[in-house]
Antibody, heavy 121, light 111 residues
Framework: QVHLMQSGAEVKKPGASVKVSCKAS????????VHWVRQAPGRGLEWMGVINPSGGSTTYPRKFQGRVTMTSDTSASTVYLEVSTLRYEDTAVYHCARDPNGGTSAAFDYWGQGTLVTVSS | QSVLTQPPSVSGAPGQRVTISCTGS?????????IHWYQQFPGTAPKLLMFGNGNRPSGVPDRFSGSRSATSASLAISGLQAEDEADYYCQSFDSGLRGYVFGTGTKVTVL
């Protein structure tokens, strides 16, 4: 069965960076794009970008360009999200999610359990 | 900064029918991009509930249905059950932002 397993919670100081991992199993890793979505406490869902694990091409929304980096390791079936120059408002649960459709029809059919990143001094 | 607007909350008695609207613009819903819906319980990851405007993944009861018009989409829950109490989000693509957007979210309460 499809499973996305994320790394554990992190506490970081403002200005630091954080790297979250998402290990995929139960399907052919390189056949599906993976997106990252975050949710601040008590808030809604926010799309952070997408990576094609086959080749590593990425797309980020303007809001996150220059501060977010997504990478993939096909040998480990794992994708990574790195957020730099952390601010208090980056405190959120970060989810990876698989995309069975791609393109403008992208939907998220399997999600990781989420990784809480807390930015605190 | 969600570009898809949903009512903050809807409620209904067990057995009733409730609908959740998702209103967008000409760069997303109005551009005929697919609308997807997610269900989220507190402390858990969202779950895909409806995709491609009205298709249910395996295991989703047929009490859930989706529809759309020119600039809005709707999720309907018929025969409301206590287990349907959750947050619901719509999602689509926005050509202006060149990325994916979520609705503001709706909390469904079963009275």
């Amino acid at each position: 069965q499809v499973h996305l397993m994320q790394s554990g919670a992190e506490v970081k100081k403002p200005g630091a960076s954080v790297k979250v991992s998402c290990k995929a199993s139960g399907y052919t890793f390189t056949n599906y794009y993976v997106h990252w979505v975050r949710q601040a406490p008590g808030r809604g869902l926010e799309w952070m970008g997408v990576i094609n694990p086959s080749g590593g091409s990425t797309t980020y929304p303007r809001k996150f360009q220059g501060r977010v980096t997504m990478t993939s390791d096909t040998s480990a079936s794992t994708v990574y999200l790195e957020v730099s120059t952390l601010r208090y408002e980056d405190t959120a649960v970060y989810h990876c999610a698989r995309d069975p459709n791609g393109g403008t029809s992208a939907a998220f059919d399997y999600w990781g359990q989420g990784t809480l990143v807390t930015v605190s001094s | 900064q969600s570009v898809l607007t949903q009512p903050p909350s809807v409620s209904g008695a067990p057995g009733q029918r409730v609908t959740i609207s998702c209103t967008g613009s000409s760069s997303n819903v109005g551009a005929a991009y697919d609308i997807h819906w997610y269900q989220q319980f507190p402390g858990t990851a969202p779950k895909l509930l409806m995709f491609g405007n009205g298709n249910r993944p395996s295991g989703v009861p047929d009490r859930f249905s989706g529809s759309r018009s020119a600039t809005s989409a709707s999720l309907a829950i018929s025969g409301l059950q206590a287990e349907d109490e959750a947050d619901y989000y719509c999602q689509s693509f926005d050509s202006g932002l060149r990325g994916y957007v979520f609705g503001t979210g709706t909390k469904v309460t079963v009275l």
